[in-house]
């Protein structure tokens, strides 16, 4: 075993003590030279241009559970996505704080990299994508709702990444295309927000699902992630879900 992988296992296992086991590895290069991500990624969002010596981002995943994302939008979907995010941060922290410790240079990115629904009213992006990072790493596809499908979590799961000088073994973007392009993710889309075209070619319309999640916000239940809980793709759409009066009961909580 070389030192890369070695370096590589004993993130993985801090990692898996700390509830992770989606994790990916993208070669902070292909930010430069992947058609998508160059594409869309300006020169200030790069991995390089956040860290000079950059040469791997690490990327985690933490799935929402299904029979929490039927409910939504709902208190319940709105604290999940809270924690989850908090969860993100700390992990991430942990991982960067590790590969310092091992001698590595890292940041941990903040998993929202915004000041709030009113940042970004005024700003829609982050200054870092998680999302085009995890798809570099290799951990999905962007699917219509522009978000990260994966094989086994569909849209229902959020990811987070760390910038580290330290080289890994590099995972590579999925070929497999997982959207199946059945465009329920449109349809169901309260404000019109979501493109019926593939992404990139269209983009959602960020603003209008921001001033959506602002209404939502006010009675305590945003985000909406409507589009994120009817995608069919993802082994969890086996799962247990709630009943009817069970999701009636926790939709019926809202300031
Ligand atoms: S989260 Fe809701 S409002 Fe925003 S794009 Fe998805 S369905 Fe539309
Ligand atoms: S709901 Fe259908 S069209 Fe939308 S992302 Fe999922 S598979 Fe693709």
Known sequence: MNSTDELYDKIKILARSLGIVDIGIADAKLWNTDPLVS????TTGRPESILPTA???????????????????SISYANAYKNINTMLDQITERISLELNILGYDSIYIPRDGYHGIEGLKDSPSAFFSHRHAAYLAGLG???MNNVILTEKY?????????????????DSPMTKELCIKCKKCTKVCPVSAVSDQ????KITKKELCIDFAAELAKKGISPCGACIRVCPVGLDRDSPIPTDEAKELIQSYVK
């Open 141 to 143: 596809t962007f699917g």
């Open 39 to 42: 594409s869309r990624i300006k």
């Open 198 to 201: 593939m992404y990139p070619s």
């Open 55 to 73: 040469k791997s981002v690490i990327v985690i995943g933490i799935p929402i559970q299904r029979a929490i994302i039927e409910t939504a939008p």
């Open 154 to 170: 569909g849209p229902r799961i959020r990811f987070s990444s760390v910038i580290t000088t330290a080289e890994l073994p590099y």
